[in-house]
């Protein structure tokens, strides 16, 4: 206890705008639903003048369909702003004054699998990681305790990445395992630093946590009796991977929903209900044929604001309260995630963010979808207006082979469309390998 009172001490004087950033979230979060929903309302013509002024393309859009941001207008009144927008408009998106020396550009590969680029600058980041310790918070947490996270996205565990390294991880007391890829071997050393570190909270991926609660349960090992809560992310968390950890590692399983380029939407309470953290996002449902889209506004981000954001998941708003103490209303999420470990003949399973980051900034490719039918194959289908040319394709094969199996045979199709599974959703990795 005194050890993580130390270390929390240190990391409010490390970081000292993301705790700055925590404490305004946990001050100011409304009481009850009403002043939540009041406050969104606030926060969202606030943010819509905003763009309308300070970007061009927001300026021009809403001139375009005559909305005048300063008068009477409702959120179905304004355009949608689609990931195809995002690439094409991405600098128009930015606002004007912008200190371009202080911006970054990150990436995504999204969900959907339509490679994706944004702006983002020091306070989306530290603002990020403030709402992740108020998720955290849910499950008893507190700051200063440990963390142990199981990453499958392999630039956000190398230096300047999502996840620090070195003192920074210590004084944060968080820890993060590099999960792209893993044998049998590795889950096994997995589980005993799990014991060895004795966290408060797991972390990671869905696939990933699920796979190593199952080796927990078929080996007997014991869990440290120090965990509070697993927080899944990235992935749709089904019920059998949520049974198997909650099995293994003895405590509660918290379901998370953001993105990279905007994080924090929605998180599991104690009691299992989803909140949608309306001090962060507005967000809707609009049914689209047989299923329920999902389309967010950041109401934080005046950098790069994305507001009526097609994000490509599925999901609905829920009616009802919760006892859990959060004032936040409800959702429930729809199956958008599900994507497949990718095998090698040698054995070793490869997740599939290591695929989603291969094609970081190929913003050409409007979708695409690794297949693999057999361990020593994998294809990728493209949907492009053009063929990649023939070194970005050259690369690809490459770090593929550098990366995940040196005599993998890699192929490239250039498809009119790829279609969705039989559930209506997009994989961007799909496996058929047992």
């Known amino acids: 206890m005194i050890l993580d009172h130390l270390r929390h001490r240190l990391h409010r004087r490390r970081?000292?705008?993301?705790?700055?950033?925590?404490?305004?979230?946990?001050?100011?979060?409304?009481?009850g639903r009403e002043a939540a929903l009041r406050r969104r309302e606030e926060d969202l013509h606030r943010i819509v003048r905003f763009a309308a002024v300070n970007t061009d393309y927001y300026r021009d859009r809403y001139a375009e369909a005559r909305i005048d941001v300063g008068g009477e207008w409702n959120i179905a009144d304004l355009p949608l702003l689609r990931k195809a927008d995002v690439t094409q408009y991405l600098d128009g998106l930015l606002a004007r004054g912008a200190d371009r020396s202080r911006a970054k550009i990150g990436h995504t590969g999204g969900s959907t699998g339509k490679p994706l680029a944004f702006w983002y600058d020091e306070f989306k980041h530290e603002l990020m990681l403030a709402g992740m310790c108020r998720s955290y918070m849910g499950s008893g947490w507190r700051?200063?305790?440990?963390?142990?996270?199981?990453?499958?996205?392999?630039?956000?565990?190398?230096?300047?990445?999502?996840?620090?390294?070195g003192l920074d991880?210590?004084?944060?007391?968080?820890?993060?395992?590099?999960?792209?890829?893993?044998?049998?071997?590795?889950?096994r050393e997995w589980a005993d630093?799990?014991?060895?570190?004795?966290?408060?909270?797991?972390?990671?991926?869905?696939?990933?946590?699920?796979?190593?609660?199952?080796?927990?349960?078929?080996?007997?090992?014991?869990?440290?009796?120090?965990?509070?809560?697993?927080?899944?992310?990235?992935?749709?968390?089904?019920?059998?991977?949520?049974?198997i950890m909650e099995r293994a590692f003895g405590c509660k399983v918290f379901n998370q929903y953001g993105s990279r380029e905007i994080p924090n939407i929605a998180c599991e309470c104690r009691r299992g209900n989803m909140h949608v953290f309306t001090d962060m996002?507005?967000?809707?449902?609009?049914?689209?044929?047989?299923?329920?889209?999902?389309?967010?506004?950041?109401?934080?981000?005046r950098l790069m604001p994305f507001i009526r954001y097609d994000i490509g998941d599925s999901g609905r708003l829920v009616d009802g309260d919760c006892g859990c103490g959060w004032p936040f209303p409800l959702m429930a999420m729809g199956m958008c995630r599900k994507n497949d470990l990718v095998r090698t003949r040698s054995g070793k399973r490869v997740h599939p963010a290591y695929f989603n980051r291969l094609l970081y900034g190929l913003t050409q490719i409007e979708q695409y979808q690794f297949v693999q039918d057999e361990p020593g194959r994998i294809m990728l289908n493209v949907v492009a207006p053009a063929q990649l040319d023939a070194g970005t394709a050259a690369a690809l094969r490459d770090s593929i082979?550098?990366?995940v199996d040196g005599q993998i045979e890699f192929q490239i199709n250039y498809v009119a469309e790829i279609p969705r599974s039989a559930d209506g959703k997009h994989r961007f990795v799909i496996s058929h390998c047992v």
Not at 19 to 27: K, R, S, V
Not at 169 to 187: G, N, S, V
Not at 282 to 296: F, M, N
Request: charge should be neutral.
């Open 193 to 243: 630093a799990v014991r060895a570190y004795r966290p408060v909270l797991l972390q990671g991926y869905a696939s990933i946590l699920a796979e190593l609660a199952r080796f927990v349960v078929a080996h007997g090992l014991p869990m440290p009796r120090s965990l509070l809560g697993v927080y899944s992310t990235a992935e749709v968390l089904d019920d059998g991977q949520r049974e």
């Open 401 to 403: 082979r550098r990366d």
């Open 281 to 301: 996002v507005y967000l809707e449902s609009l049914r689209a044929g047989d299923e329920d889209r999902l389309v967010v506004t950041s109401l934080t981000n």
């Open 15 to 31: 970081r000292p705008q993301r705790y700055a950033l925590l404490d305004m979230l946990l001050h100011d979060q409304p009481c």
């Open 169 to 187: 991880d210590f004084i944060a007391a968080e820890k993060t395992i590099a999960a792209h890829e893993y044998t049998a071997r590795q889950l």
């Open 143 to 165: 700051p200063g305790q440990k963390i142990l996270n199981f990453w499958g996205a392999r630039q956000d565990t190398v230096a300047g990445g999502v996840f620090g390294a």
